[in-house]
């Protein structure tokens, strides 16, 4: 069995259907293939944040304006996908009072909006906020439900004529000398494409693999805690450098706890280990302290794929959040192939953007991104969207306590 396509992607998370969706809006025919349900890898698996960019702003300014910018596409493009919160990043007693200015200050920078304010006013909007905030700092994060955005974003692709098939794991890259040329793909055979997208996160490497390229992908596990919701209604960050349970996420009648960063040998198979759930709940509880002794619902982990062709010292933690996106014609060589890893959620539309400018460059096809102004399906109707995310085998933990509910 033979079956044509003009672009193969591979990897159906947030990235790999924003590729399918932005190919399929410019009139490109494409195939997307995810060797599981839609969602299955890292992007059912974060915190599900809507970064403002607040938290990148002082260590990557560039990564920070991206985040902000997309930040307010995905609240008109995607209204059904998002809820708009608002996040505070808080300075408790003994943090650096410094760093909190350097962090104001990097926001503007940015053009991130930000309003300071000190604890008992944080705490007249927030009150389950620790009495030891001392300033908080207000900034636009929201919260954003991957199993959503993901089905919608793959529905988008669908209206617009690209094929999706879940449960389709590629096997292997298909040659012709020096150019990818499909790939064998369990459930469908041979599929030929005039170009593969490889959108497979954190397992890039082992896809580069089958065509003798190699990748530095360097995986890291972060574990998430949901506990049973401490009313909350905020995104509350912890105004330090970037540290183990920093982060506290409201997420319906629960809150996701996070998290960790450990590199791991193989992101499909390793420890969960019980000293991270401990210490992202004891951290989260110097700045919400409820959370230490709310029931726990579930701890999950998810693995960051991270990209570094650098060396990045003792902690991975120093790796780029940013994107790359990877042209193995120009890097290895190899023709008909582009990988696009890393980036964050917040940020797959332009990622996407980025791929397809990419290939249709290649392809010849002379059609601009409208992504950033076209509203995805079902937006209005939160049956129709959780129907989707059914339909796509879409769901997973991050959101599993709001979608279908
Ligand atoms: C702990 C943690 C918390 C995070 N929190 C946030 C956050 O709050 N906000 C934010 O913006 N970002 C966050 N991120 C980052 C964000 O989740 C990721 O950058 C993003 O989800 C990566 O999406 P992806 O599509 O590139 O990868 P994935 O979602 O992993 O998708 C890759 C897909 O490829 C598939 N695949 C692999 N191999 C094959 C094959 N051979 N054939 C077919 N399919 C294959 C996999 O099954 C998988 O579904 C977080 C990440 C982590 C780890």
């Known amino acids: 069995m033979v079956q044509e396509t003009t672009v193969l992607v591979v990897g159906g998370g947030v990235t790999g259907v924003g590729v399918a969706r932005d190919l399929a809006t410019r009139g490109v025919d494409v195939t997307l293939v995810e060797r599981d349900g839609l969602n299955a890898g890292t992007s059912g698996r974060s915190h599900g944040v809507l970064h403002s960019g607040a938290r990148y702003a002082d260590t990557d300014p ?72 001392e300033r908080v700092a207000v900034v636009p994060d929201g919260v954003v439900y991957p199993s959503r955005l993901v089905a919608a974003t793959a529905a988008d692709a669908r209206d617009h004529g690209a094929a999706v098939h879940t449960h389709a794991p590629v096997e292997e890259l298909l040659t012709d000398g020096d150019t990818v040329v499909g790939a064998l793909v369990d459930g469908l055979g041979r599929v030929h494409a005039d170009h593969v997208v490889n959108a497979t996160g954190a397992w890039a490497d082992d896809l580069a693999a089958t065509v003798g390229i190699d990748l530095e992908m360097h995986p890291t596990k972060g574990a998430m805690v949901t506990v049973e919701s401490p009313q909350l209604d905020t995104v509350i960050n912890r105004c330090r450098p970037t540290d183990d349970g920093d982060i506290v996420v409201p997420h319906g009648r629960t809150a996701v706890l996070g998290t960790t960063s450990v590199e791991v040998e193989d992101p499909a198979s390793f420890p969960q280990e019980d000293w991270e759930v401990e210490r992202v709940t004891e951290e989260c509880a110097a700045m919400v302290p409820d959370v230490a002794d709310a029931p726990v619902e579930c701890a999950y982990w998810g693995v960051r794929p991270l990209y570094s062709p650098e060396s990045y010292g003792e902690d991975a933690r120093g790796i780029s959040r940013g994107f790359y996106l990877l042209d193995h014609a120009a890097r290895d060589d190899v023709r008909g192939l582009t990988t696009i890893v890393g980036g964050k959620l917040t940020t797959h539309r332009l990622m996407a953007e980025a791929t397809a400018d990419h290939v249709t460059e290649r392809l010849g096809v002379d059609a601009a991104c409208r992504t950033a102004e076209t509203l995805l399906p079902a937006q209005g109707n939160l049956d129709r969207l959780d129907a989707l995310v059914d339909e796509f085998d879409a769901g997973g933990p991050a959101d599993a306590d709001v979608v279908g509910r």
């Open 62 to 133: 560039e990564g920070a304006a991206e985040c902000i910018a997309e930040n307010r596409v995905l609240r008109e493009v995607a209204p059904g996908c998002v809820r708009p919160t608002g996040g505070y990043f808080v300075q408790v007693v003994g943090d650096d009072p410094d760093y909190f200015d350097q962090k104001v200050s990097a926001c503007r920078d940015c053009g991130i909006d930000v309003e300071v304010l000190d604890g008992a006013e944080a705490r007249d909007s927030e009150p389950a906020l620790t009495p030891d905030a």
